[in-house]
């Protein structure tokens, strides 16, 4: 089992940055963890793909972050990052932090981020 706990976010004003932290805990399961994704969910809408990377560092955006977030990983930590720059209003939302293994699907329980002026 990997309990994923998300930490960092909160209010910031339009074109502030926040950078969101995901720790995977779990000394067997953290083993298998091979994708890492930071996914959200606004009031009313569907859970959207923010940002992954994967076990060799390659990472992948959504274009509405794309040139503006970015996704890291600290294998040896068990830790996940999402950088989030330039931040706009559209941006808030509660950010899930997901891991992906060989035997199953992690979700954290989320972190909200507010963009507002």
């Known amino acids: 089992q990997v309990q994923l706990v998300e930490s960092g976010g909160g209010l910031v004003q339009p074109g502030g940055s926040l950078r969101l932290s995901c720790a995977a805990s779990?000394?067997?399961?953290?083993?298998?963890?091979?994708?890492m994704a930071w996914f959200r969910q606004a009031p009313g809408k569907q859970r959207e793909w923010v940002a992954r990377?994967?076990?060799?560092?390659?990472?992948d955006y959504a274009d509405s972050v794309q040139g503006r977030f970015s996704i890291s990983r600290n294998n040896r930590a068990n830790m996940a990052y999402l950088q989030m720059n330039n931040l706009k209003p559209e941006d808030t939302a509660v950010y899930l932090c997901h891991a992906a293994t060989t035997y199953a699907n992690f979700w954290g329980q989320g972190t909200q981020v507010t963009v507002s002026s």
């Open positions: 990377i994967g076990p060799g560092g390659a990472t």
């Open positions: 779990g000394i067997r399961g953290t083993l298998s963890i091979y994708h």
